[in-house]
């Protein structure tokens, strides 16, 4: 112990003397959840609409006005051209284009249908595909109003209906932020953790103390811990730093208890500084550790679930996320934060991790050799 003592006071030691980190601990939480939440937001708002009305009747008027009576679509050109509002469309100017035939009105009335035209531009896929969602959902519900005004004539009592209300369980009022912040935070925990931790025994065979380490008694698993815990310290601490930056900008505060999050926190810890330790251990440079670090967190956050949701991915990618320990920790932070789930209720992430913890600091232990 006494060997453990004395590594734990090196490591804190080195940490506090390199500015770089301290920018780390506080620059980077700092800027990420400040900058972050505000850009990663898949809420599509503000689709610039061409409309093209052959018609000119109440009833075409009327559904212009209830498309751009939403907060959802901006009209930016009313033409009398189909080819004209094709320009539009090429120049980026327009994302969609309705185009309302002649007889609209006509044909609604009489015949009780009728048929519109919607081009979109797909350029931007999700821009597209939701955007006309969003359009396609503005014309049934015109739809709908006209039938409910056709049913009920002059005089006449309104027929029977079945009202639904929507309660929204968790994120009562859909906070995109709400959602993205306890996601942001794990990332942020994942990056700062991993990379730090992958560098640090690279660094130490840079500089040529390793060698001095090799030589003395000091046992493998004492060098890991030693290496391990200081960051695993200061991960806890960069993640209430993440926290209270959440609650001060955007008023969110977990549901569930800090206890429930930090004790899963730390069993997520032991398995990214596993990770980087074992990184750190096979690459000779601080360049090749950063590369192959980089190279494992981009797949594990883009597989995490943050910004893609797991159940929309192919099978052979959610096969890949049952080994990817970021999936967990989003999971977990957004029952607890959201659902104010418990320790109970996430046993099973907190196996899952430890095993992982256990094979990847295994790997650093095994892989790390002392040369006399």
């Avoid at 249908?113 to 015109?142: I, P, R, S």
């Avoid at 079945?162 to 942001?184: D, H, Q, R, S």
């Avoid at 794990?186 to 990056?191: N, P, Q, Y």
Wanted: net charge positive.
């Amino acid at each position: 112990m006494r060997a453990l003592r004395i590594l734990l006071e090196k490591e804190f030691r080195q940490i506090f003397r390199n500015p770089a980190i301290l920018r780390l601990m506080f620059m980077v939480p700092t800027v990420q959840l400040l900058i972050l939440p505000h850009a990663a937001d898949f809420e599509v708002k503000n689709v610039n609409v061409c409309v093209v009305d052959f018609d000119h009747s109440p009833y075409s008027q009327r559904l212009v006005a209830k498309i751009t009576s939403t907060d959802y679509f901006q009209l930016v050109a009313f033409t009398d051209s189909y080819d004209k509002a094709l320009r539009y469309l090429a120049k980026d100017q327009a994302d969609v284009v309705l185009q309302i035939p002649e007889g609209f009105e006509r044909s609604l009335v009489k015949e009780d249908e009728t048929k519109v035209f919607m081009a979109v531009n797909a350029v931007n896929g999700v821009k597209a595909g939701l955007g006309g969602a969003y359009l396609q959902g503005v014309v049934a519900d015109f739809n709908r109003e006209v039938r409910v005004e056709w049913s009920q004539p002059q005089g006449m009592n309104a027929q029977h209906a079945i009202g639904v209300e929507a309660i929204n369980w968790y994120n009562p009022l859909m906070n995109y932020k709400t959602f993205m912040v306890p996601g942001i935070l794990v990332i942020l925990v994942t990056m700062v953790g991993g990379f730090l931790s992958a560098l640090n025994i690279v660094k130490e065979k840079e500089v040529g103390t390793i060698e001095q380490i090799n030589v003395t008694p000091i046992r493998k698993y004492h060098f890991v811990l030693g290496k391990l815990i200081p960051f695993w310290i200061l991960g806890l601490i960069i993640l209430t730093i993440g926290f209270t930056i959440a609650w001060v900008v955007y008023g969110i505060v977990p549901v569930g208890s800090f206890l429930t999050i930090y004790v899963f926190a730390a069993a997520y810890l032991l398995v990214v500084l596993g990770l980087g330790l074992g990184v750190s251990t096979l690459a000779n440079t601080q360049q090749q550790a950063m590369l192959i670090s980089f190279f494992i967190m981009m797949i594990f956050i883009l597989l995490g679930g943050l910004f893609t949701s797991i159940d929309s991915m192919p099978f052979w990618a959610q096969v890949v996320t049952w080994f990817n320990p970021v999936t967990y920790f989003i999971e977990v932070m957004r029952m607890v934060v959201l659902k104010g789930s418990t320790l109970a209720d996430i046993k099973g992430q907190i196996v899952t991790v430890l095993l992982m913890a256990v094979v990847l600091n295994g790997f650093a232990v095994l892989n790390y050799r002392k040369r006399s």
